[in-house]
């Protein structure tokens, strides 16, 4: 091959790769850089676990350069990511139950939400014309069941919810729920034919635990006391409540790749993660939110 035909090869092999090597860097900027150019607002409930997921969540996307900050905390995490006031929220997963246009459909006649009813919700969230994806749900479950001291659990025989309800008539069930209607339902259709039911104040809850007599305690399932003080979880009664797993929602600025990173954060979050977080977070002792955050690969080893 002479000079002149080798060099006019190379100028059209070279015009050929040029627009093929433009496409390829726009797609990698269309696709990887499409949320590492604004940056992600989190919106977290004001539990001190969330706040502590948040900066788990927060520190994760910064890793793989992501430009991530945490709103101030409040009681709608998920409206703030409707309204567009946050780009990713993490609450418990009922309260993304204003998101259904059918939300009793969702609930069912009990009233009572289960994970099987959550996934639903997040489904229908989904298969919505809204820009909000809703993410994974964690394994780990906040929602509350009955717990009762070694003692009390063995004084009236109770050692699942059948039992319980057959001792009922000696027992009062404590909860933090200012609506009662559906567990004193839920309790009757178990077999307990005058439920006693006393409402009290959440920060109370440990409290009334502590000194129970002749009660069973609706105590959240991630509480780090039911284990570290030795209490008795009655087994099954995890259903006269709703499942409280955690939800993470995107907005539109959320590209898949952040979304992927969330949910290897969310595949993590397991039960025993979340009563470890909460031993981290609440008192005595609790350490600062974005402290515990830094612990985190401790627990998930």
């Known amino acids: 091959m002479n000079l002149r035909k080798s060099s006019r090869l190379g100028v059209l092999c070279l015009a050929l790769l040029l627009p093929l090597a433009a496409c390829t860097a726009n797609e990698q900027t269309s696709t990887n850089e499409s949320s590492k150019n604004v940056t992600l607002k989190i919106a977290r409930g004001d539990r001190p676990v969330e706040q502590a997921l948040a900066e788990v969540y927060k520190n994760a996307l910064e890793a793989k350069g992501y430009t991530a900050q945490i709103n101030k905390s409040g009681d709608d995490p998920f409206k703030q990511v ?115 039911i006393s409402v009290v104040d959440s920060a109370d809850i440990d409290t009334q635990l502590r000194a129970s007599v002749d009660r069973a305690v609706a105590v959240s399932a991630g509480n780090a006391i039911i284990s570290d003080e030795g209490f008795k979880s009655i087994s099954d009664s995890a259903k006269l409540f709703n499942a409280e797993p955690y939800l993470l929602l995107a907005g539109a600025n959320v590209d898949d790749k952040a979304q992927d990173e969330l949910n290897k954060v969310t595949a993590e979050l397991s039960q025993q993660t979340l009563v470890d977080l909460n031993r981290m977070v609440n008192e005595p002792g609790a350490m600062a939110p974005k402290e515990a955050a830094t612990r985190w690969e401790w627990i998930i080893e």
């Open 82 to 196: 409707q309204d567009g006031q946050a780009d990713v929220a993490i609450d418990q997963a009922t309260t993304a139950l204003f998101l259904s246009k059918d939300s009793a459909g969702v609930t069912g006649d009990d009233g009572v939400l289960s994970v099987d009813d959550l996934k639903k919700l997040r489904s229908e969230i989904n298969d919505s014309d809204q820009e909000i994806t809703a993410l994974d749900m964690s394994t780990a479950d906040a929602g509350k069941e009955l717990v009762m001291s070694e003692a009390e659990a063995d004084t009236h025989e109770v050692d699942s919810l059948s039992s319980l309800a057959k001792a009922c008539s000696k027992l009062t069930v404590i909860t933090d729920a200012s609506d009662t209607s559906n567990l004193a339902a839920t309790l009757e259709t178990e077999g307990c034919q005058t439920p006693k």
